[in-house]
């Protein structure tokens, strides 16, 4: 077990022991103390507070503070004002909490001591909001964050509008490279267009108690193509480039003097940490060998285990006069997905392009004269590391490609070039120069180059619609956020209930 869950469970224990202390001090049944938000919900009625509180800690990201702040107000009902009190409520509360609940010099004062005190109530307010601020965005940069799932890519392990916890002490915190930055926002501040951090202060790759990534983890990663983007405006509710089309996607196309011409204007860089946050799974490790084989992948020669709810394309084959409609597929066990008209995706009378799960296929329902066949794709010019044609490379026959290891020593072969000169000159910062087939690293001749991090390769579980390592190459450890670990809410038109605070596998 890592530092950082050992960390997470004793301050999880200490904080709810020392709120059943205080629920029980405070006239509330203790055992509604160990109940998540049943417990805020306890303390925001026995505080009288409005109402709305404790939905507002549903909201993303700001919710986080919203929560400390009534766990504040309810150490203030304990008759602690001062900012020592409220300190030590912040950062150690697994410490303080058990301290109010069961020392014998503390008791619950109540409603009356908080409205008798002398602070003016815009002060309490200010002091109360200022702790939450920073304890939140504490909590957020070093110990877990809040993100949405955007996109279809990691279905159905993960479905669009999944809200999740992702521990930044999985892989050991990561100090920020731009420390002096906005609170709660990313890279962009809301409703204005500019930058919610500055440079002016930047700190070289630091992580604390850093453990590595494991094959099969579930991770959440700086976009490693977006240190350079196209930052074009929205048209039309679609951003034209970002991370669907990225800079170098259009450099390959237009060449970039071209592309320097037409985007000059709305080309931005940014650091490592205020690049996309991406979601996909780490299915290969620095030093492995990984190829994908007829859609499965296969790492160091050994086929890996197919994950239950991940999908795939498949052809339906039926008959010449079947009907086909969403109702009549839910009926052989397949739960379909429309195409943007909002149709079923049908190759010609006879053939329609279907996604299946691993854990629905052996449990299909198909009458005589259906059958499914796997969907393979074709060549593909864009995938990394965007050889020539005659490797016939695609997204279902990709590789095998070796993934750099801390540590690991490759000769500096043209093939070596084409697949690892980012990783060397940009990811690890040296000057790569090739001179007529003689290569310089930092101004010296060499044939070898020995690499300074561990890098992974990145897949989504829907493998025919993730734009994932297959495009853009390898994902550096620096650009690691943390590991998805739970889903506390879902929706889709209403809360998914059946998916609350599942554990992601």
Not at 32 to 53: D, G, H, R, S
Not at 288 to 302: A, E, R, S, Y
Request: hydrophobic share 40%; glycine share 6%; aromatic share 16%.
């Amino acid at each position: 077990m890592s530092i950082g869950w050992i960390v997470f469970i004793i301050g999880t224990i200490g904080w709810h022991i020392g709120m059943y202390g205080m629920f029980k001090k405070a006239g509330i049944e203790p055992w509604k103390a160990l109940i998540p938000f049943y417990n805020t919900w306890c303390m925001v009625q026995k505080m009288e507070l409005p109402k709305y509180w404790f939905y507002l800690q549903f909201i993303p990201i700001a919710g986080q503070f919203i929560t400390i702040w009534i766990c504040i107000k309810f150490v203030e009902h304990y008759g602690r004002f001062d900012t020592l009190h409220h300190a030590a409520a912040v950062f150690f509360p697994f410490l303080y909490f058990p301290y109010l609940g069961y020392s014998k010099t503390e008791r619950f004062a109540g409603k009356k001591v908080v409205d008798n005190y002398k602070k003016s109530a815009a002060r309490e307010w200010i002091d109360a909001a200022a702790f939450a601020v920073v304890a939140a965005t504490i909590i957020r940069t070093f110990v877990f964050e809040a993100y949405t799932i955007p996109t279809p890519s990691m279905e159905k392990t993960l479905l669009v509008n999944d809200f999740l916890f992702v521990s930044k002490f999985s892989y050991g915190p990561r100090i920020p490279n731009t420390p002096i930055a906005m609170p709660f926002v990313h890279h962009t501040m809301p409703f204005v267009p500019v930058k919610s951090y500055s440079e002016a202060i930047q700190i070289p790759y630091t992580r604390w108690f850093a453990t590595p990534v494991k094959r099969n983890d579930v991770v959440v990663f700086n976009f490693p193509v977006n240190d350079t983007l196209i930052n074009d405006p929205i048209v039309d509710g679609q951003q034209q480039f970002g991370s669907q089309t990225t800079y170098y996607k259009v450099v390959r196309d237009l060449g970039r003097e071209e592309t320097w011409n037409r985007y000059g204007n709305d080309i931005i860089t940014r650091p490592v940490d205020k690049r996309e946050n991406f979601i996909k799974r780490c299915v290969a490790v620095g030093g492995d060998v990984l190829q994908v084989v007829n859609g499965k992948v296969v790492v160091n020669n050994i086929p890996q285990p197919l994950f239950p709810q991940s999908e795939k394309k498949y052809i339906l084959h039926t008959p010449a006069n079947a009907y086909m409609d969403k109702e009549n597929l839910a009926a052989l066990g397949i739960n379909a997905r429309l195409d943007q008209q909002g149709e079923l995706n049908q190759i010609d009378q006879t053939n329609w392009l279907v996604n299946i799960t691993n854990e629905e296929k052996p449990n299909l329902k198909l009458p005589a004269g259906y059958t499914i066949s796997d969907y393979i794709t074709e060549q593909d010019k864009e995938l990394f590391p965007y050889y020539d044609t005659t490797h016939h490379w695609s997204a279902d026959n990709f590789g095998p490609i070796t993934i750099p290891q801390k540590g690991s020593t490759i000769e500096l072969t043209p093939d070596n070039i084409i697949k690892y000169q980012r990783c060397i000159e940009v990811y690890e910062g040296n000057k790569f120069e090739n001179l007529n087939g003689k290569i310089l690293i930092n101004g010296v001749a060499t044939t070898k180059y020995t690499f300074k991090m561990n890098y992974y390769w990145m897949m989504g579980d829907n493998r025919h619609n993730s734009l994932d390592s297959r495009y853009w190459g390898f994902v550096p450890e620096d650009h690691v956020v943390g590991k998805a670990s739970l889903i506390w809410f879902s929706w889709e038109g209403g809360p998914r209930w059946k998916r609350l605070f599942n554990t992601i596998k």
